[in-house]
């Protein structure tokens, strides 16, 4: 079901998503002309979670969340269908990620909309998980190409060019890990509980940002890329240094101090990355659209808000209810696929590992060692 650029029929799109930990599935119908902004509705959009799961082990088991996931997918696509008030041969397509995610997930999501695809004689279209993040500003803000995404996770620190679907253009990444699993671990090691970006993120409301000296990763390094790790370790190390029984007001200086240094980080790189950007695009309209599990951090929102106000860009962020991984990002970027002529397949085959921008050289340091390169 290859479309022509400049579609003006409306496509209806099961999208399923199962990279991590998030069973989803989704309805998106949309329109996506040659010329001005798409026009997007998400019809359902069902997500279901495995905190639950793994919250005893204080972080994601690929093998539970593997098992989750088969048995949840089926109950996932019915729940949206008939919340969408859709039966599945009223769909026009479906898109499932493919990766880059845990592969126990990937092999459950793939398999399953293979079966569902095949048995229905509909296309199948098989999506980056990262794209689906980094289009979602199209999805529901209609933004135009090109802009700048920056998809900050649990997993993934990605800062570059959208130009569309499959033209993405690297500007910066993480050296090490994902500000997400930074988060994780700070709430771990303070026994906030499982996930750690919220928990961390209400310690801090009641914190002192000013207590704890925290360094400010990559500060004098030129370019655009992240770090994290020297924040981890730093907060490791204050955290060593209040003795066996923390109060809680020690945890939330400590949350407080370590939120504020990520956000002005991921600011900080976040403008240089917009000067980089009009170098590079003069006739586009400035725009910064940040998504993932991270811009749902209240502190993180704002610096980036400030800093596209003071580089003279719009700012896109993603509605909290998708900032997390979830199906309506796959179906929109599965829909944006197939209004762009890309072909769709039966024979889609999970990536544990898929880069954005695959032209781009692998990063040194942890990067390299996976989804994050």
């Known amino acids: 079901m290859a479309r022509a650029p400049g579609v003006l029929e409306p496509i209806t ?13 989704a309805l998106v119908r949309g329109v996506v002309p040659e010329a001005g902004a798409p026009r997007a509705g998400i019809l359902s959009s069902v997500v279901y979670d495995q905190m639950d799961l793994h919250a005893l082990y204080g972080g994601v088991v690929p093998e539970i969340a ?11 696509v019915e729940e949206a269908l008939r919340k969408a008030g859709l039966t599945l041969n009223e769909v026009d397509a479906l898109a499932v990620t493919a990766g880059p995610g845990l592969i126990g997930g990937l092999i459950a999501g793939v398999l399953a909309a293979q079966g569902m695809a ?24 209609g933004a135009a190409y090109p802009y700048l995404s920056l998809l900050a996770s649990g997993g993934h620190c990605l800062l570059g060019i959208v130009d569309g679907p499959g033209a993405f253009t690297r500007l910066g990444a993480s050296l090490d890990d994902a500000p997400g699993e930074a988060f994780d671990k700070t709430a771990k090691m303070l026994g906030l509980g499982h996930p750690g970006g919220p928990a961390v993120e209400r310690a801090a409301q009641s914190g002192d940002p000013a207590r704890f000296p925290m360094p400010r990763p990559l ?12 924040l981890k370790t730093a907060a490791r190390m204050a955290r060593d240094s209040l003795g066996a029984a923390p109060t809680e007001q020690d945890k939330a200086d400590l949350c407080a101090a370590f939120q504020s240094a990520a956000a002005e980080h991921l600011a900080r790189q ?38 596209c106000a003071v580089q003279g860009f719009a700012f896109h962020a993603a509605p909290l209810s998708l900032c997390g991984d979830n199906g309506a990002m796959i179906a929109w ?23 954005l921008d695959e032209t781009a050289a692998p990063l040194v340091g942890a990067g390299r060692k996976g989804a994050k390169a």
Do not use: Y
């Open 13 to 25: 799109v099961l999208g399923i998503e199962s990279s991590c930990d998030e069973t989803a599935a």
């Open 66 to 76: 593997a098992r989750a996931h088969a048995e949840k997918i089926d109950r996932a």
């Open 118 to 141: 095949l048995g229905a004689g509909k296309p199948l279209v098989a999506v980056n998980h990262l794209e689906g993040h980094a289009l979602t500003a199209r999805l529901t803000d």
């Open 219 to 230: 500060i004098g390094r030129p370019g655009c890329d992240f770090s994290f790790s020297g």
């Open 270 to 307: 976040s403008a240089r990355a917009m000067r980089l950007f009009v170098q590079r695009r003069p006739e586009a309209t400035p725009a910064l659209a940040v998504s993932g599990g991270v811009a749902a951090n209240g502190a993180v929102r704002a610096a980036l808000a400030e800093a």
């Open 333 to 355: 970027a599965g829909l944006e696929r197939l209004a762009a002529g890309f072909p769709a397949s039966l024979t889609a085959r999970p990536r544990a590992r898929w880069p």
